[in-house]
């Protein structure tokens, strides 16, 4: 029987929890648990684009590479890890933005939702040491930069399937 309230970041339904005592307690203000969604569609602000919804974050809001993480995970989604979306959008945006790509844990370059990397786009000396990564809003390159620096990033969430928009 699935959980009518909650489902998992790509949109499968939660058939089964095991959670332990006194869990999910959302320590350090992170989760790796079911998270509820918008009731379908896309919630105000952000871009349905591919079966997906999409929010760029720029201006004041800047974060950096974790914080940018932490947020768009309480948004019910993680940093943007596919291209389709900037490669029709890119050119609204003045702003380099980080995406989900780095080598933090993993000492090769991963998206963070484990999604294929069957594409690379870097910029011409990279990657450099730096483990986090920003696309250029000009170029659409990619470079890595320090993961504490603030700049604006991309958000990706499932498509609620039940609110129509």
Known sequence: MALLFCSWVDDTPVTYTAWEKNEPN???NDE???TDIPKG????????????CYKVVTGD?????QEARTYCK??????????AFLTTQMHKYTEDLWIGMNDVNWEMWMWIDNTVMDYTNWKPGMPTKE????????TGQW???SCSRYR??????????????
């Open 26 to 28: 959302f320590a350090n």
């Open 41 to 52: 569609g896309c919630a105000p602000e952000w871009t349905a684009f591919q079966g997906k």
């Open 143 to 145: 470079s890595t930069t």
């Open 131 to 138: 483990q986090c990564v920003e696309i250029n809003s000009e």
């Open 152 to 165: 604006s990033y991309i958000c990706k969430t499932p498509k609620s399937k039940t609110h129509h928009v």
């Open 74 to 83: 309480n948004q019910g989604g993680n940093l943007y890890s596919v291209l």
């Open 32 to 34: 790796n648990s079911p």
């Open 61 to 65: 809001n800047k974060k950096d590479w």
